[in-house]
């Protein structure tokens, strides 16, 4: 199986079997809490991989292949919890055993997930471009995302609205003296979340066997997965994958303190 795409947050003390964690980057700069915070608390006896944010840049990735090893579990972080329910059904027909499926605070991604991440990076601009423009952008966003868009329709506003981003941030950055090369990698940053977010809603959101789901403390849960075992826990969205509550619940459902039953009864 290939190793591409994915990047190891943790090796394993005793054991060659790997927790594979979906989310869209695994970078310790960004605002929210990353499987790399999770993995500090998991126990050690499991390697701890994660997808790699340069995966979603290439849709002929073979991003979905996990590392060469026996899978513990597979856990998935808002958007990121298709493609990991998507991942485990994927073992569980390489291996004959559905793996564990942990998904923290599960989203379906909409039309309006990509217009809310477009309005993110657009408030990155203001100061720095006119507000004037950043509000035509919004609007003709939301004129372009219309009221009920398909999957083709969601690739189609992705590529769409990063075009409206470019077209704002490289003058912007420009004249600000911002290097060149910095405003490629915004744009393409952008390119890359957006494109995460399309590939998730192209998955339906169904879980192999059973899954725990992990919620901070506000999140509104799924209906559709309200079937299965759910932690409420203290924590915010952006601090969720490093509350200690989340974590004991991914290591109880690891070590099959909840998961036991419905892993023994595994194809």
């Known amino acids: 199986m290939s190793l591409v795409a994915w990047r190891l947050l943790r090796g394993g003390a005793t054991t060659d079997r790997a927790v594979l964690c979906v989310d869209f980057t695994q970078s310790r700069v960004r605002a929210q809490a990353g499987f790399a915070d999770l993995a500090a608390v998991l126990p050690d006896r499991f390697a701890v991989w994660g997808t790699d944010e340069g995966a979603w840049h290439d849709t002929a990735s073979t991003w979905q292949d996990p590392p060469d090893r026996a899978v513990a579990g597979v856990f998935g972080y808002c958007a990121g919890a298709a493609l990991a329910c998507a991942l485990a059904d994927r ?30 990076a657009l408030h990155g601009l203001v100061g720095v471009a006119p507000e004037q423009d950043l509000a035509a952008a919004r609007a003709d966003a939301h004129t372009d995302a219309g009221t009920d868009a398909d999957l083709a329709d969601l690739d189609w506003l992705a590529a769409a609205l990063t075009r409206r981003y470019g077209d704002l941030a490289r003058p912007a950055c420009a004249a600000q003296q911002v290097p060149e090369a910095i405003a490629d990698q915004l744009c393409g940053r952008l390119e890359a979340y957006l494109r995460y977010l399309v590939r998730s809603a192209a998955v339906p959101l169904r879980s192999p066997g059973a899954a725990t789901v992990v919620l901070s403390a506000t999140f509104q849960p ?39 039953e419905w892993l023994a009864a595994a194809p």
């Open 222 to 260: 799924l209906p559709s997965l309200e079937q299965h075992p759910q932690v409420r826990t203290d924590a915010t969205q952006a601090g969720l994958l490093a509350d200690a509550a989340a974590a004991g619940a991914a290591a109880r459902a690891l070590t099959g303190e909840w998961a036991g």
């Open 91 to 120: 073992v569980a027909r390489m291996t004959g055993t559905a793996p564990p499926v942990v998904l923290f605070d599960p989203a379906v991604v909409t039309a309006q997930t990509l217009l809310e991440q477009f309005d993110a």
